[in-house]
């Protein structure tokens, strides 16, 4: 079995970018399990779990496993981060013309994935180390979020989902309600450390007042909600249909989780939530370009010099044909100017290929030629 195919196949990269957005949004659910639990401190220190060793002992029972457990799963984002970054250094796309169809884009978006998993460990190492700081907890999850966005937005490239032009008006759209949905995000962290579930009993919170929080918050979710359905609208899209759906049963579970008095069970549902509509609203954002004048009848411009250095267009001048003549016009020109070529005509191998390229919305079909040529 070849298992350098888990990386090389053409398949493979849009797996693993999937492999890694779910892998981002679990560690979201399992390190809200952590303070939920109120097993934030279970393994007391960082990068050990105690002063004398890196795991868990049965005296720190269930609280030190949880913790422990969540620190593992972070070399499993790792391992699937740095698969990823491999898939995508050895992908080549075959509608690119250039680089040997090495897409930079792809590469650098999965090495700074990559690069994130660690980094975030980091963060949550400092965040144990000054006792589960209310603002540093925050930090730690709005890191995810962000790499969750990333991760998205390499499955979008790597399954080559190209944006819909549109309007420079309408193509705003979308980002303002990107930046509105991260608005309701921040505050909605800042409010969770306003509340209880800190992550251990003995954590104070940040001090502000989680009922005019909550106020803040709700005012920021209609307004994303608004933006979303706007983008139902004017854009017609089913996706935004779709995160519209989403950030409707996120928005009840909130409503329910703070009339309930915060259940573990649905500030979990929460948690997913919110990674589902940041992930969601990530593709969202990048889903509209703005339309140019013109664009739908120009070629793109590779292509098209590519085209012209190898497109065979006719008969070559001051070369003779197999049968030693020259062609009319090549004669004409040579009388003209006094020179008398001996090159013969070479046999001509042409390769023809067909690539497809996107412009504008617009597909046009350049056949490319190249030619073998041997003097005499």
Not at 89 to 98: G, I
Request: aromatic fraction near 4%.
């Amino acid at each position: 079995m070849d298992l350098t195919r888990l990386v090389r196949s053409p398949r493979a990269l849009p797996r693993w970018a999937v492999a890694s957005l779910v892998a981002n949004i679990g560690i979201v659910v399992t390190g809200g399990l952590v303070r939920l639990t109120g097993s934030g401190l279970g393994c007391p220190t960082w990068p050990r779990c105690t002063d004398e060793s890196f795991v868990s002992h049965p005296e720190l029972g269930l609280h030190g496993a949880i913790e422990f457990g969540n620190r593992m799963l972070t070399f499993v984002l790792i391992v699937i981060a740095v698969l990823t970054f491999v898939s995508a250094a050895l992908y080549r796309d075959p509608d690119r013309l250039t680089r040997g169809g090495r897409r930079r884009d792809l590469f650098w978006l999965a090495g700074v994935l990559a690069l994130g998993i660690p980094a975030q460990g980091v963060v949550g190492g400092v965040t144990v180390l000054t006792d589960l700081n209310p603002y540093l907890v925050g930090l730690h999850l709005l890191l995810s979020m962000v790499l969750i966005s990333l991760a998205v937005w390499l499955v979008r490239l790597s399954r080559h989902l190209t944006a819909r032009s549109v309007s420079p008006a309408l193509a705003v759209l979308p980002w303002v309600t990107l930046a509105l949905l991260w608005v309701t995000v921040v505050i909605g962290t800042v409010l969770t450390g306003s509340g209880p579930h800190a992550g251990d009993a003995d954590v104070p919170r940040n001090g502000l007042s989680p009922v005019l929080l909550t106020h803040v918050h709700t005012a920021a979710v209609y307004a994303t909600g608004a933006g979303t359905l706007a983008c139902v609208v004017l854009l017609r899209s089913r996706a935004a249909l779709l995160l519209l759906a989403v950030e409707g049963v996120q928005a009840g579970i909130g409503a329910a989780q703070y009339h309930l008095g915060l259940p573990i069970g649905l500030v979990l549902l929460h948690l997913l939530g919110a990674s589902m509509a940041t992930g969601g609203r990530a593709r969202r954002g990048r889903s509209g370009r703005r339309s140019r004048p013109g664009a739908a009848g120009r070629v793109d411009e590779a292509a098209q010099q590519h085209h012209r250095r190898t497109a065979y267009a006719g008969p070559i001048r001051g070369v003779r044909d197999d049968h030693g003549e020259q062609p009319d016009s090549d004669r004409e020109q040579g009388h003209r100017g006094g020179a008398d070529r001996s090159t013969s005509r070479s046999q001509v191998k042409a390769l023809t290929y067909a690539d497809v390229t996107e412009v504008g919305g617009v597909r046009s079909q350049v056949c490319l030629r190249s030619l073998s040529q041997r003097r005499a």
